[in-house]
């Protein structure tokens, strides 16, 4: 059973920057997922934030392209997403899990991220 658990979230003031992570422990084909971050934000729907392949072929909602960063290292089981130049619009949870079909069997907690003006 993968579990995943997202870290790095908090407070941050309109134009921060926060760097978030997430451990997929007992992943034996981490470095072959697609994977991607989520978000969530109150009383919304789930939506996709940026992926990247096992490639490093990456893509990214147009609300975020140009202040965030998806990257990850398959040695560590670990993705990672650079947030810059956060804006109040941003605050939502946030959570990794692998793209389309990689798809892991279950969520991690998430990390919450809040942005103030």
């Known amino acids: 059973q993968v579990q995943l658990v997202e870290s790095g979230g908090g407070l941050v003031q309109a134009g921060g920057s926060l760097r978030l992570s997430c451990v997929a422990s007992?992943?034996?084909?981490?470095?072959?997922?697609?994977l991607a971050w989520y978000r969530q934000a109150p009383g919304k729907q789930r939506e996709l934030v940026a992926g990247?392949?096992?490639?490093?072929?990456?893509n990214y909602a147009d609300s975020v392209k140009g202040r965030f960063t998806i990257s990850r290292d398959n040695a560590k089981n670990t993705v990672y997403l650079q947030m810059n130049s956060l804006k109040p619009e941003d605050t939502a949870v946030y959570y990794c899990n692998g793209l389309g079909s990689w798809r892991f069997g279950s969520w991690g907690q998430g990390t919450q991220v809040t942005v103030s003006s």
């Open positions: 007992g992943s034996s084909n981490f470095n072959i997922r697609a």
């Open positions: 990247i392949t096992s490639g490093g072929t990456t």
